[in-house]
């Protein structure tokens, strides 16, 4: 139990254009969803905080406007990165809790590697 | 702000052998949660194992296994019987109650055959 789908796993895009990830709780309803990022070898960012119904909380230094968050549903959270440009290139993880209690494991989607050209 | 320290970059072992990560945290909270996550190559974060600060019995997963000094604020990883599917960055992370995770830099593992 406790799938994380995310989709798509793998993009590559031309500078300039947006690009929508989703995640997805297959077997569970999400509360809450996390978008984080990740260099190559380094450790996960948090970016935001999602939870259903409500505007996204954002992670200090990390711009509203460029990276789009919607949580319609308990079991799907979009992240949308608009106008992308090659410094948003990098590796974006989701993951999502059942309840929103420390005690909770975040269980992680499989990720999408994004590079834009 | 609640900060956690994994102060080996890398680490090899043997297969079959012990291999031991460290990781040390920072906080003012008593009650709070423990975990170790696995990356392997695919990059998948996969969940080895969890600590209850509140709970003093160090857990255990099969061949993983904690070392739980909450007064020294130190919760190191043991992985016995290394297999090569256990080759992997890993990451330990500190939760409190507003269930936001706090990573480490994370550990390398290579296991040698």
């Known amino acids: 139990g406790a799938v994380v789908s995310q989709h798509p796993s793998r993009v590559i895009c031309k500078s300039g254009t947006s690009v929508k990830i989703e995640c997805r709780s297959l077997d569970f309803q999400a509360t809450t969803m996390f978008w984080y990022r990740q260099f190559p070898k380094k450790s996960l960012m948090l970016m935001a905080t999602s939870n259903e119904g409500s505007k996204a909380t954002y992670e200090q230094g990390v711009e509203k406007d460029k990276f789009l968050i919607n949580h319609a549903s308990l079991t799907l959270s979009t992240l949308t990165v608009t106008s992308a440009h090659p410094e948003d290139s990098s590796f974006y993880i989701c993951s999502a809790t059942k309840t929103a209690a420390g005690d909770q494991p975040q269980h992680f989607g499989d990720g999408t590697r994004l590079s834009i050209l | 702000a609640q900060t956690v320290t994994q102060s080996q970059p890398e680490m090899s072992v043997q297969e079959a052998e012990t291999v031991t990560l460290s990781c040390t945290y920072d906080t003012s909270e008593s009650d709070y949660y423990l975990f170790w996550y696995k990356q392997p190559p695919s990059r998948q974060m996969i969940l080895v194992i969890r600590?209850?600060?509140?709970?003093?019995q160090n857990a255990t997963e099969n061949r993983f296994s904690v070392n739980f000094q909450k007064a020294a604020k130190s919760f190191s990883l043991k992985i016995s019987d290394s297999q090569l599917g256990d080759a992997a960055m890993y990451f330990c992370a500190y939760n409190f109650n507003d269930y936001k995770l706090s990573f480490g830099a994370g550990t390398t593992v290579t296991v040698r055959a």
């Open positions: 600590q209850e600060a509140y709970k003093q």
